[in-house]
């Protein structure tokens, strides 16, 4: 999943005034880009069956998931429509898009905080076959007793590596770490990372992390996944899930991390305001950086891009909190499934047997694992050749303990776009850290108090 984390710019009519809330979305289509503003495909089917219209948000998987929609309709003569919103606009096009007669009939949440804008337009699946086919209740958004959303994809992030460039590091006289698994902790990471920057040209790079770009494509990865880390450790601390007012005890390691990545990069911290999610994926897919802060939904375009499984592994990122030896990478999942209760019956009943084909049969759990790279937590499920699935895996039966995502108690996308904003500020020397402290514990306060009065 490239993971965008984007903004309800506007309530639905229909539902009245809605208190702003987030989805993590990415956008779709065979002809999707960044610069698109919408793409689609329809596959042509008997209408008197129903029909099917996803709003998808990944662009990464769109070619695939045309291509399964045209095998559906093509097995069953049902019509299914893709569509996928441009980066960054996955919320505002849902909310345009539900305004229209012909609304969705699928369409995503990111967990809690999402389903609270939508739940009036998500269909109770407790008694669906869909619901039957999940390995375990953890993945269903509830309720009470009704279920809204099904999780479909369980994925993991970390600094995925270049794994040549870093083992030509530890081959070199200049390095003080020798092996690759001996970087073990932020200490650790920390040392590499300097080293791998100082004798940059030695090692054919440009530096040792790609652009941490502040761009919309690209700013989730900071001011959401990295932003995680910190929260992740205090609610560990607490022994809590969530929280009205966060204490902000692990900040201080979020700056350092935040530090090392722009202090040693491909391009001078003043000029990550601009930078894209393209920019960080080119300059770690061609050779010109060692580190990437990303998930396994890149596998894809990584290997699209010409590299192979031998050339890519993945590190948690360590804050310096903790026993890190034993910490695995970021795993979970805020990718929910939720079928339009305003849909027609014959459309919701035509959309509840696309995803449950979708999870059951050979062809739906293949293009899933294989075109998809989808781990899915249904019990038909086909293991994908992903490397970083396959390394999460490894590192959950070494016992390392996965570091849970917390994305889905953040109090608003207002709050996270806050923290973004004071991150591009202090990168660019225009604001202090104080700025970021701020925006996160104050921001975080204000919001939850907005978002649940």
Known sequence: MKRKNITRISALALAGLMSVSALAGCGNSSSSSSTDSKAESSAAGDASKGK???????????????????????????????????????ESTLTSEMDKSEAPTLFQVNGPVGLANWKDY???????????????????LKDGDSVYGIAYVIESYGIIY????????????????????????????????????????????????????MDESSDWRFKTHLANLPIYFEYKDENETSTPAIKGTYLDNYKNIFDLYINNSTCSPSDLASKTATDSETEFSSGEAVFFQNGSWEYSALTTAGMTDDQLGM?????????????????????????????SADDQAATLDFINWCVTSDAGTKAMATDMNFVI??????????????????????????????????????????VGTALTQYAAGKGSW?????AFVDGWATEYAANNS
């Open 52 to 90: 099917v219209y996803y709003l998808n948000f990944k662009p990464e998987q769109d070619a695939a998931w045309q291509k399964l929609a045209k095998a559906y309709t093509d097995e069953t003569g049902v019509n299914v429509t893709v569509k996928t919103a441009a980066e960054g606009t996955y």
């Open 122 to 140: 998500c269909a109770d699946l407790s008694t669906s076959d869909i619901y039957k086919q999940l390995t375990s209740d953890d993945y269903a």
């Open 162 to 213: 270049n794994k040549e460039l870093l083992q030509k590091y530890c081959d070199s006289d200049f390095a003080t770490v020798k092996s690759i698994d001996d970087i073990n902790s932020f200490d650790k990471l920390k040392t590499v990372a300097e080293e791998i920057q100082a004798n940059a040209s030695a090692l054919g790079v440009k530096g040792a992390f790609s652009s941490a770009g």
């Open 315 to 343: 590190l948690p990122i360590y804050i310096g909190v903790g026993d890190e030896a034993k910490q695995g990478l970021c795993t979970g999942s805020e990718n929910y499934w939720c079928v339009n209760s305003k849909a």
């Open 377 to 418: 937590p249904f019990k038909a499920a086909q293991e994908t050749n992903n490397v970083f699935v396959k390394m999460d895996k490894a590192n959950t039966e070494a016992g390392k303990t996965p570091v849970s995502w917390n994305f889905t108690t953040m109090p608003s996308e207002d709050w996270k776009n806050g």
């Open 434 to 438: 104080d700025d970021v402290v701020k």
